[in-house]
């Protein structure tokens, strides 16, 4: 992996970094997403041991599914309530903490992007501006409200660390009141949380930060909106930054807004990275606050070359560790990592049908409590030649999906050999070959099964040189 040094100094992806009063064990940080692992608006067995698992495999910081600070948001139906989540915190906090990962409690309040199907009663916002995608019309918020909901984030915030976790990350970024409360697309009040829309947020942090003491208190900022006429620019993002970077601890820079709610978090048609040149600028109006790359970030290698470049101090990593849970100790290991592939075909699961996260490369993923699972017949093979040298065939349970998505793509074959093409600047598989390209990921993700099937001595033949 490419290091650049900084003065005397070379920043790895596996190093240590300082967040307030905690240091975390890597750079990778494993972002809050929702799970549907709950039970009843808690975080349940199963989310504790979905967590640990990417704890063990080498996570620096954990940030758990964005709970609701007040009991006015009930986004989805498993959609975490903090006042419920004690129990959970402390579980969780008891299995990763010693790994070592800084674990923190997502928090925050979906405003007029949630729904009132659970909870019949009207959704709270900034101003009676319906959201575009439900056409719900909010209720503005007024001062008792505005209120209440300091005072449920102060709270939870403070059920958090009693609970024994790091701190909390809160929630700015997307389905967020706070960031409806930044913009104006969705703030248009004349008061003093209309003419300094920066106001609740900051009251927000100083509550949060008197009851976490010296925890620490990160925040997830949408620094673009993708809707210049009046949301959140670039631009704005930057003084909003200065007003707030002395009350956190970090800052996770993302975008999207109501607009665009598939911005924040696309699939392979979007570029991987593709926040890198946002980061960067807030990174520089952070006045040294770490900063937090988001973005399908799923390459070691690319998140590497970000902190060489300045482009941020850690990286979200989260779909790349939902695929591979050992990521961060495979990249210390200098061992093969099963890439994620960015399908958002198993993971996104804010669905109506209540689906658990889980991945298609990685099976077991949200399924970690459970017992495995006892096999009925050998699984299908996959198989791959490079430079004309001896296929290698492994048996891989993920070899189903990864024809799945092959002949989606390709078309169905009867026997499907699976050649990566060797890039002729590296000597690296860089694609795959069915008869005709399919993606560089997928290919990616086949040379890994072969390498971890040859390397554990499953179902090899031939000179297993892949």
Not at 54 to 82: C, F, K, M, N, Q
Not at 358 to 365: E, F
Not at 382 to 403: L, M
Request: some cysteine; aromatic content about 4%; proline content about 6%.
């Amino acid at each position: 992996m490419r290091l650049v040094s900084a003065g005397e100094r070379v920043v790895r992806l596996v190093d240590p970094v300082r967040l307030g009063r905690s240091t975390a064990p890597s750079r990778v940080l494993f972002g809050p997403h929702e799970t549907n692992l709950g039970r009843d608006r808690d975080i349940s067995d199963r989310h504790v041991g979905y967590y640990a698992a990417r704890a063990a495999g080498g996570a620096g910081v954990l940030v758990t599914e964005i709970a609701s600070a007040h009991d006015s948001d009930w986004p989805y139906e498993r959609a975490p309530l903090a006042s419920r989540c004690g129990p959970g915190w402390a579980a969780v906090a008891e299995a990763c903490l010693p790994h070592g990962t800084v674990v923190l409690a997502g928090l925050g309040h979906s405003g007029s992007q949630g729904s009132s199907a659970f909870s019949q009663r009207v959704l709270w916002a900034p101003s009676r501006v319906p959201d575009v995608a439900s056409r719900e019309m909010p209720m503005e918020l007024e001062q008792p409200e505005i209120d209440a909901l300091v005072a449920g984030f102060a709270s939870a915030a403070r059920e958090a660390v009693r609970s024994g976790l790091h701190g909390v990350e809160l929630n700015a970024g997307q389905f967020s009141l706070l960031r409806q409360f930044l913009s104006g697309l969705t703030n248009q009040r004349s008061d003093d949380y209309g003419t300094d829309r920066t106001r609740l947020l900051r009251e927000v942090l100083a509550a949060v930060r008197e009851s976490v003491g010296e925890g620490v208190v990160g925040l997830r900022l949408s620094c673009d909106e993708l809707a210049p006429w009046a949301g959140i620019t670039p631009e704005a993002a930057v003084g909003v930054v200065e007003s707030v970077r002395d009350a956190v601890d970090y800052l996770a820079v993302v975008r999207g807004s109501a607009m665009g709610t598939s911005a924040t978090r696309p699939d392979l048609h979007t570029e991987p990275g593709f926040n890198i040149d946002l980061c960067k600028g807030i990174r520089e109006a952070a006045g040294g606050t770490p900063v937090v790359l988001q973005g399908s970030v799923v390459d070691p290698e690319q998140a590497q070359r970000a902190l060489d470049d300045g482009v941020a101090d850690l990286v979200e990593m989260t779909r790349a560790q939902i695929a591979d849970p050992d990521l961060v100790t495979a990249v210390r290991d200098d061992a093969p990592v099963r890439p994620c592939v960015l399908c958002n075909q198993k993971c996104n699961v804010r669905d109506n049908r209540n689906p658990i996260v889980t991945c298609i490369v990685n099976p077991s993923a949200g399924h970690e409590t459970d017992d495995p699972p006892v096999p009925t017949k050998t699984h299908p093979r996959i198989s791959a030649e490079i430079g004309g040298r001896t296929s290698t065939e492994v048996e891989s349970p993920i070899s189903t999906e990864i024809r799945r998505l092959i002949s989606t793509e390709v078309g169905d074959r009867s026997s499907t050999e699976i050649r990566p093409r060797a890039s002729a600047e590296t000597g690296h598989p860089s694609s795959t070959e069915v008869g005709s390209p399919i993606s560089t990921d997928v290919g990616s993700l086949i040379s890994t099964e072969i390498r971890r099937g040859g390397s554990a001595g499953v179902g090899d033949r031939g000179s297993g040189a892949v």
